[in-house]
Nanobody
Framework: VQLQASGGGLVQAGGSLRLSCVAS????????VGWFRQAQGKKREFIGR????????YYANSVKGRFTIYRDNTNLTMSLQMNSLKPEDTAVYYC??????????????WGQGTQVTVSS
């Protein structure tokens, strides 16, 4: 599975942004997928994930209630809707798939990353 993320940009605090991740390969629809982020000088952080059929989602406490993950297995896409953005959300965001360990970010497939910058 190859992943390509897009949708990053500059937004003011309190604003919203939607990231997208397009996959190639039919196995996408059978894999759990999710998002990570890495701020400059910090470790990569798990954001959230969604099960293969979209039945369940899990989020880090830092984004719970503000971020929502969606997936469309027909079109092999996933997205991250980010609301009420804060300056501390500034980071490079990565989509990932097939992660044996979501906590450590051990994943077999990664997107290339898209920069999100939130101004105060």
């Amino acid at each position: 599975v190859q992943l390509q993320a897009s949708g990053g940009g500059l937004v003011q605090a309190g604003g919203s942004l939607r990231l997208s991740c397009v996959a190639s390969g039919r196995t996408f629809s059978s894999l759990g997928v999710g998002w990570f982020r890495q701020a400059q000088g910090k470790k990569r952080e798990f954001i959230g994930r969604i099960d293969w059929n979209g039945a369940a989602t899990y989020y880090a406490n830092s984004v719970k209630g503000r971020f929502t993950i969606y997936r469309d297995n027909t079109n092999l896409t996933m997205s991250l809707q980010m609301n009420s953005l804060k300056p501390e959300d500034t980071a490079v965001y990565y989509c990932a798939a097939n992660c044996p360990n979501w906590d450590t970010g051990r994943c077999f497939h990664w997107g290339q990353g898209t920069q999100v910058t939130v101004s105060s």
